[in-house]
């Protein structure tokens, strides 16, 4: 495993609007070329948590000018690095919160969150996914998972795969901060990975409020770098051989 540069990009999502968005995230983006191998943003980044999946709906095609897909694999291309966020995606005539993976090299990996979220009615017109996507980057097995699948250490367990990062992206509220941060920590802990959290900030178009706190945990719960309330484009580097030599001291 060689180390790993991991970006957090916690920002503000304009309320279902994708073109904005990805207008806004192009110059954050660019000026990070060459400065890391992976990006990380939010759930839902090109619309904030919504369920208005028919009218925002987008096709899975790198292919073509102004799908979100498209707009991925060019900024994975302009960095050189790896490229995850989630967002609406309809496929075989149904609606997924989909996390969309670009590489650099053209290729585009997906995720479908599994568990949704029935208390805000997601499950009402979202489909849930079946599989885990494990993606290798740097000699690094890498897993990531949105938002409420948090709440289901069973889902995010190594007894299904060995696994180095866990990512999760998320629309995750200021009124249950101090879940968000418990359960990264635990996450961590208990399946001996690094934990890459990532959440926006700002109010969405249900006036509910987001403050951040996208996080790196290293495999022993300590925190390593957590982003606060405010606007952050953040990256660190990932060492993967105090990895190893943990897993090696404390072979749980």
């Known amino acids: 495993m060689q180390d790993l540069r991991v970006t957090l990009v916690q920002s503000d999502i304009i309320w279902e609007n994708p073109t904005a968005n990805r207008e806004v995230l192009t110059p954050q983006l660019t000026q990070l070329a060459g400065q890391t ?6 759930e839902m980044f090109t619309t904030g948590f919504t369920l208005a999946g028919e009218q925002l709906a987008e ?5 073509s000018e102004g799908t979100t897909a498209h707009w991925l694999t060019k900024m994975a291309s302009v960095t050189g690095a790896a490229i995850t966020g989630s967002c609406i995606i309809r496929d075989d005539g149904k609606l997924y919160n989909r996390l969309l993976w670009a590489t650099p090299d053209g290729e585009l990996y997906h995720y479908d969150k599994n568990n949704l979220f029935s208390f805000a009615g ?3 017109v979202y ?10 980057l740097k000699g690094w097995r890498i897993r990531p998972f949105i938002c409420f699948d948090l709440r289901f250490p069973e889902w995010s367990s190594r007894r299904k795969g060995t696994y180095d990062l866990g990512i999760y992206v998320a629309n995750w509220p200021d009124s249950r901060q101090n879940h968000w941060f418990s359960l990264l920590l635990a996450r961590a802990i208990e399946n001996q990975i690094y934990v890459a959290g990532v959440n926006r900030i700002g109010r969405d178009g249900n006036r509910l409020c987001y403050a951040g706190g996208s996080v790196l945990v290293d495999p022993e719960g300590e925190v390593l770098h957590e982003c606060g309330r405010d606007q952050a484009v953040t990256t660190h580097q990932l060492d993967g051989e105090s990895l190893q030599a943990y897993r090696k001291r404390f072979p749980m």
């Open 37 to 42: 191998d992976l990006i990380i943003l939010p």
């Open 127 to 136: 489909s849930g996914g079946e599989a885990l996507l494990t993606v290798h």
């Open 59 to 63: 096709v899975m095609d790198n292919t």
């Open 122 to 124: 997601e499950d009402s």
